[in-house]
């Protein structure tokens, strides 16, 4: 079997930088990149230049998106705690909220009084998290509490996700994802990508990446967590942190299958099925991408159609090949060529 034809992917974490930061990325580009890497749905992160914390920041971004998206794209609200009353304003406009709860600098982003409020405020959609370490034990005692839906972004280490695999089997409304950089790379891989490795989460243990690998069945969903930012940035001093994934997680995914890593199953379920389950997404059955297996290629920075033109993948030999995708019975993409102009997607 060399051609595949396979649900359009759905990649509920990307960082498009439109608005405010389009010289590392767009909605034009960044959905470009996506139809390349097989993604009909993109859902796209709310920490902007300027936070999508109002309604007013939501509907102006809305209105960029529908000029300039060539795939399907959907938004998440932002929150501090302190924009609670905005929340009944946006909730039929976003797929779900963001939080970051980033303890590696000693202390929450949003302190722990203030998530509980947010948490009460904000009940009818899911609630995503960047949370680490005591963050994830923190908010699985919440949802315990409260009975919010969670699903926590790229989940990299053993002891996080035994976490998660614990609530699950207490039936707490919990999901979570992986990103391919964790799965695919790990910390011996820092040396010799130096800045390009520099990510949050950071690259992980052999150990961890293993665990990741072996409780797949625990693990909901693969998100690339496309975070742009331009050759020169990530050389300078400070780097930003963040890394591409758009154009290469699929190919990655199907070069596993052919290392009997993984199933094709797999890949539905985690690119295609669970996202639409747990983020409400619907899908056209006329949506789809047709793959050719046998297909070996390098993955070469030069031949990316993301703005900031580089992969931490660069020099990769993979195998399975996005050849067309479709949305909507519409070819949008075929032999690497995008087919339709600018405003084609349609906001979620």
């Known amino acids: 079997m060399s051609k595949l034809t396979l649900p359009g992917l759905i990649d509920p974490h990307a960082h498009l930088r439109d608005p405010g930061q389009t010289y590392k990325e767009d909605f034009y580009t960044g959905t470009c990149a996506a139809l390349a890497g097989g993604y009909t749905t993109l859902l796209d992160m709310p920490n902007n230049q300027t936070p999508i914390t109002t309604l007013k920041r939501l509907n102006q971004k809305i209105k960029i998106a529908k000029q300039k998206i060539v795939c399907d794209v959907g938004f998440y609200f932002g929150s501090l705690g302190n924009n609670l009353n905005e929340f009944s304003k946006v909730q039929a406009k976003v797929l779900g909220l963001k939080l970051y709860l980033n303890e590696t600098t000693g202390n929450f982003l949003i302190d722990k009084q203030e998530l509980e409020k947010i948490f009460l405020s904000w009940r009818k959609k899911i609630i995503l998290l960047h949370a680490e370490d005591n963050a994830v034990d923190h908010v699985i005692k919440l949802v315990k509490k409260l009975g919010n839906r969670v699903h926590f972004c790229h989940i990299s280490t053993a002891s996080d996700l035994k976490q998660i695999i614990k609530a699950k089997e ?13 799965l695919f790379l790990t910390e011996n891989n820092v040396k010799k990508l130096g800045p390009f490795a520099k990510m949050k989460p950071p690259l992980r243990s052999k150990k961890d990446q293993e665990f990741l690998w072996k409780n797949l069945k625990y693990i909901d969903v693969v998100e690339s967590d496309h975070a742009p930012h331009t050759i020169e940035e990530k050389g300078g001093d400070p780097t930003p942190f963040g890394v591409t994934g758009l154009e290469t997680t699929l190919s990655l995914l199907l070069t596993a299958v052919s290392q ?5 199953d797999d890949i539905v379920r985690l690119c ?9 997404i619907k899908v056209d059955k006329q949506t789809y991408v047709e793959v050719n297996l046998n ?13 900031c033109g580089w992969s931490p993948f660069d020099g990769w030999m993979v195998r399975g090949r996005v050849e067309r995708v479709f949305i909507r019975n519409r070819k949008v993409f075929e032999n690497g060529k995008i087919l339709v102009k600018r405003g084609f997607g349609k906001v979620l």
Request: net charge positive; proline share 8%; hydrophobic share 30%.
């Open 170 to 182: 207490n039936n707490l409304p919990v999901s979570c994802g992986v990103t391919p950089h964790h």
């Open 260 to 264: 009997k890593r993984l199933k094709i």
């Open 272 to 280: 295609c099925q669970r996202p639409k389950d747990i983020f409400g």
């Open 295 to 307: 297909s070996k290629f390098l993955i070469l920075n030069s031949k990316l159609l993301t703005k």
